[in-house]
């Protein structure tokens, strides 16, 4: 049995960029996983090829979605990893890599992505996510990223960070990738960690937008922009509400800061032990005042 199902008619692409987020590993707020649905509306994405589920998915920890319908069984949704395939704006072909990590093989899923990257031209591979940092809503999100490649690392300008950290499928692919002469760069959004639990849509705009920017595509962020801005007014009438808690907003903006000129920030992104409590205790208010309006 074939570990990859095409759909349909097979369209023939000229050197198209995979971009990757596979669901499972870090995706703080899921800005990542919203990026992702902005690129697949953005490029009027359509499913090229599924992953097949037996091989990949072990169903006691991923099961199927039942839809009930006044006792009748209508259909059942298996979650696999699937491919789908878009342009940008310039006729650009875009192949995007999501859904869930697999469970199992992760060696012959590695394999099977290769052996289609090498089918179809792909040359560069790019994989995204998001995680938790002590930043302020007020900032804009950091970019970090990380490659087997000195050379792919040497040409993006992005936060490159040192740590010993359990690894995802992205990364196993990355490896994948460049063995087989393809272009490999992962990169991540910082999320503030008081909002990590909500959308995040200012780290998904900042995702595209890096996206755009090093694989060299054009497509329309717009309504990402929009929801970050309103999102941003709306964090921060919560928090001028309260005067304590803006002056905490104020001093997690001054340690980032000096974290920042001074090079303190370590791998993990923590600046001083103190930006943890000031952090959870927005968390805390921000919760109970969305809370409130949700009542």
Known sequence: MDALRHVGDRPVLDKPVLITMLSGWIDASGAANAAIDALKKATNATLLATFDADTFIDYRARRPIMELREGLNSRLRWSVPELHHGTDANGRDIVILSGPEPDTAWELFVETVCGFCADNGVERAFAIGAYPFATPHTRPPQLSCHSPSPHVLAEVPFLKNSADVPAGMSAVLEHGLT??????????????????????????????????????????????????????????????????????????????????KTGQVDARGETPASGDAIAAEIERFLREEMGRDNK
């Open 179 to 260: 063995e087989h002469g393809i272009s490999a760069l992962s990169l991540w959004a910082q999320v503030p960690h008081y909002v990590a639990a909500m959308s995040y849509p200012a780290a998904a705009a900042a995702l595209v937008s890096a996206v755009q920017m090093v694989a060299g595509l054009v497509v329309d962020v717009s309504d990402l922009v929009s929801e970050a801005q309103q999102q941003r007014e709306r964090i921060d009438q919560l928090v001028s509400a309260n005067p304590e808690h803006l002056e905490m907003v104020r001093q997690l903006e001054r340690m980032f800061d000096d974290a920042v």
